[in-house]
């Protein structure tokens, strides 16, 4: 079809004189086809296409023109489904000759337009050049996110979890969550006051809020998701809350609970996570059924101009790689944005897909109210001052349809205004809010940010223990599995006869099955997670025929919890991002999140530094995370061997999180199962390993696993003889199996080993040490160069704990490689020399 949205030339705000990438096609001109101004007039036949069996061309132009080149447009020739495609054409093509909105609904509009630019208003008079990034030009935002719940309600949905940028967040707390105004002004003037907890707070606009509004008579929640200042990183946290809130309500049909993702125009292209969000949208384990994404698109980046930003037309084009429509729509218009808005909510519903609705209109001031935007675009700024704001216009297009009158209008002014003075006044006396921790599931769990994790005992009854193992070695007739996987279960049959040589993916399937049997849900992903990096784990056994899985861990009892292993996209950020959103929804499951290897977790730096380390004590949201990070040092290169073990403890403060590198199985089936068994939620950063899962001397016995047994922070020497040992050696990691082989029958060297490095266990490590003579030599032990790994964490920390038992010697003796640039060396000939030279130092130097 001549107009379909090839390209689209929308009439939005260049008359502003904005940049635009979008270049006139071709194919939109009539002489492009061969058509003249002589067959203007000629009648057509076009079967039905726009509601009529024939036309003059001129008239389809006119219909065309004004459906896909006017104040709105919808991009949708790249979706591949025609059933989805047709019913976008029956709704847009016919959208001219309709009155769209009610004379009563363009004045429920009206409100929003002047709820929404009373405030900025309000605000920017109160507070001149205050911080608040304000929806000012692009007010239709408002009414457009209102027709989107409203509309979204209407089919059924009771919860919607919101992420968005700073930009219009005010006004969204207060004109669409009803945030009381009072808490919004006593933040600007610094009145407000905070019950509760210990907390380091967050700048206003990255706050979120949870509320119950009304939408024509029906009850919906609405979240709106904390979020820090770096952009579209809020996305799959979002997605991973809305999961977990239709897994808990087996909202399978995800016609219950929606996510909503606002972006800016700039962010949405240039932030690479954008990408990977839309690519898992329809990945099992991972969709929502559907996100409808909002860009507010002001057509600049801080001072960065569309040419400079991006190399396609649009800002939307990321969407096409999953074939979402993009509804493009002139913010100035308002009709036409709710109206829009109104489609892309019905066709989420429709289809349980992602959609994206472009608001495409300016922005009034700078990046901040505080900026000035003239120093770089001193001529689109001009025209911006120029122009009417969007309430002018549509106050003037009602003025015209005679739906009110200047009385009317001054007076609804005038309440706004007066409403707003109130609450002011009031909140310079100063406004008190509790804080609010945990949400949506009364576990009893402890409002305490400073909690560190309770030693509980956490061991089951061993006959517990071999009945899980009975089911993780039953294959069932009608399977056909991998020919060495029988290898496997022989091996996990023995540990059933013998009560001996449990390994550490039997301890994990172990620790899992005593979750779900206790009804707590399992969720563990991951690149190659289901079988496992190094082929250790096999969640699932997969049919050697018909490649269907077979997944044990479902097949406990029938009572028991659900154990999902999932292979996730190849993905860090996005991935760890919605792991931890999952986590912080659900907060009974055991959600795990896997590395391939702990040195790519790095990919995902931002959720670590701005959700999993912080937001506790930020924004009072807890997360029982596990994060699992295999990290050990054999001879793999710079990429295979660091898991940045240093990173996570420079990060650690005021209990915010845990980090652990367990040694033993036993040790890690405890600390598994002490992360869902204890009274608070703390993430839990996990150092793995790779030539453990398979070292012979890496194993526990099932006693080690039961009922009187707890996760140990510290494992003494069990073999040194207090009284001979003239050297401690304090270690970490699998680097105690490289000493403990070197050792060998020697008496005089004990191996305390760190499991849990933070908190500092410091009374278990003072118990450890007390043992010993205080003239003794003290040593830590470590495979990682001298500027990574955890020395730098560690020293002073050993310091204190030798000064307090007074030893001679109060500070460590160092062992380990020289500080260095890259994490490991890839030449296997000098990993090995400097591996033995640093056993041989921290036993002889």
Known sequence: MLFEPADIPMRSSSHLGLHTNAKPSPELDPKHFGFTDADMDTDIYIGGALGLESAPLKKIMAILQQTYCGSHAVEFVHLMDPEQKLWIQKKIEGYVAQKVLSDEERLVVLNQLMDAESLETFINTKHVGAKRLGIDGLEAFIPALHEILRV?????????????????????????????????????????????????????????????????????????????????????????????????????????????????????????????????????????????????????????????????????????????????????????????????????????????????????????????????????????????????????????????????????????????????????????????????QNLGLKPDFLLAPENKVCGIQVKDLRSYL?????????????????????????????????????????????????????????????????????????????????????HLSDDQAIFEPLNSPLSEFAILGFEYGYSSANVRALVIWEAQFGDFANGAQIIFDQYISSAEVKWQRVSGLVVLLPHGYEGQGPEHSSARLERFLSLCAENNMIVANCTTPANYFHILRRQSLASFRKPLILMTPKSLLRLPEAVSSLDEFGPDQAFQPVLPDPTAPANKVTRVIICTGKVYYDLLEKRDTRTDVALVRLEQLYPFPGAAVSDALSRYSKNIKIVWCQEEPQNMGAWQYMDRRLEDVLIELNFNQTRPHYAGRDAAAATASGYPAQYTYKQQKLIEQALEG
């Open 152 to 440: 979204s309600s209407a089919h059924g949905v009771i919860d919607t979890i919101m992420g968005m940028a700073h930009r219009g967040r005010l006004n969204v707390l207060c004109n669409i969550m009803k945030k009381p105004l009072e808490s919004i002004f006593a933040e600007f003037l610094g009145t407000l006051q905070r019950d509760g907890s210990f907390d380091s707070g967050d700048v206003k606009y990255h706050l979120g809020f949870r509320a119950e509004i009304d939408l024509e008579g029906k009850k919906m929640a609405v979240f709106l998701a904390s979020n820090p200042s770096h952009l579209e990183s809020i996305d799959p946290v979002v997605l991973g809350k809305t999961r977990a809130k239709q897994d808990l309500k087996s909202d399978e049909k995800r016609e219950e609970v929606m996510a909503v993702l606002v972006h800016g125009d700039a962010a949405f292209i240039g932030q690479g996570v954008v990408a990977e969000c839309f690519g898992f949208s329809d990945v099992q384990g991972y969709t929502t059924g559907g996100t409808l994404h909002v860009v507010i698109n002001n057509q600049i980046g801080f001072t960065t101009t569309p040419p400079s930003s991006r190399s396609s037309p649009h800002c939307t084009e990321v969407a096409k790689i999953i074939q979402a429509p993009i509804f493009h729509v002139n913010g100035d218009d308002i009709d036409a944005v709710v109206f829009m808005a109104r489609l892309a909510a019905e066709f989420r519903h429709a289809f349980k897909k992602d959609v994206v609705l472009d608001i495409v209109g300016y922005r009034r001031y700078g990046n901040n109210e505080g900026d000035d935007p003239t120093f770089t675009q001193p001529k689109m700024y001009q025209a911006i001052k120029n122009h009417p704001s969007v309430r002018d216009l549509y106050e003037k297009t009602l003025l015209e349809a005679k739906l009110v009158d200047e009385d009317t209008l001054t007076q609804l002014r005038e309440q706004r205004e007066e409403s707003l003075k109130k609450a002011y006044s009031s909140a310079m006396k100063g406004y008190r809010v509790e804080v609010d921790i945990v949400h949506g």
């Open 470 to 554: 009975q089911v993780l070695t039953t294959v069932p007739d009608s399977l056909a599995v991998h020919k060495k996987l029988p290898r496997l279960l022989q091996a996990r049959s023995d540990m059933l006869k013998t009560g001996q040589n449990v390994d550490w993916s039997t301890a994990e399937s172990l620790a899992f099955a005593s979750l779900l049997t206790a009804g707590i849900p399992v969720r563990l992903s991951g690149q190659d997670s289901v079988r496992g990096t190094f082929s250790q784990r096999h969640a699932a056994w997969i049919d050697q025929k018909t490649e269907e899985p077979y997944i044990p861990l479902n």
